[in-house]
């Protein structure tokens, strides 16, 4: 009788901590596809404009979502105390490319009454124009987009009502811990 009792306070313990390590895998799953669903709105606004007001991008295709775990190795502190981030690699010939950041608070805000990401005002045309320069820049020197990208291929990047409609588009929203 009280080894049946023992074996059964054994296997009550091993059943709890069997639960609560299940109910923080499901806690931090339920965080990933948040994150998942905010990139993924960025994803798709950032990649319609480009292709609908860029000329001479062949292929856009993210990175996937890279998400720096704070204050916990398995969850983080909440919500929104984690950094999550995705990039897109931008080209304008089969090898050459820049890289542009997009961070899901600078460019999404959770909103708790309707439980998922909504897409912040400052995400608009002029703001990714900006930032296309300036990575454009960085890639490349000191120059505006119409100008010949020496550097990255013999093809120009320019704003244009034509697009890139031929451009190939790779998603990825495939959750991966960024490394520094």
């Known amino acids: 009788m009280k080894r049946k009792l023992i074996l059964a306070i054994i296997t009550g313990m091993i059943v709890l901590i069997l639960l609560f390590i299940g109910k923080k895998y499901m806690d931090k799953k339920a965080v ?20 609908k007001n860029y000329e001479s991008i062949e292929k856009i295709e993210w990175q996937g979502v890279g998400v720096e775990w704070r204050s916990s190795p398995i969850l983080g502190s909440s919500i929104l105390g984690n950094y999550v981030n995705s ?9 050459k490319f820049f890289t542009v950041r997009f961070t899901l608070t600078d460019e999404a805000e959770y909103d708790g009454d309707l439980n998922k990401y909504i897409l912040k005002h400052s995400l608009n045309p002029n703001n990714i124009d900006s930032l296309l320069e300036l990575e454009i ?3 490349v020197g000191n120059f505006n987009i119409g100008d010949k990208l020496d550097q990255l291929g ?27």
């Open 137 to 139: 820049e960085n890639a």
């Open 154 to 180: 013999s093809k120009k990047i320019k704003k244009s009502r034509e697009g890139s409609p031929k451009a190939k588009i790779i998603y990825n929203l495939e959750i991966h811990e960024l490394e520094y």
């Open 32 to 51: 990933e596809k948040s994150y998942q669903d905010g990139i993924e709105l960025i994803q798709n606004y950032v990649t319609d404009y480009l292709v």
């Open 87 to 95: 990039k897109a690699k931008i080209f304008v010939s089969s090898d």
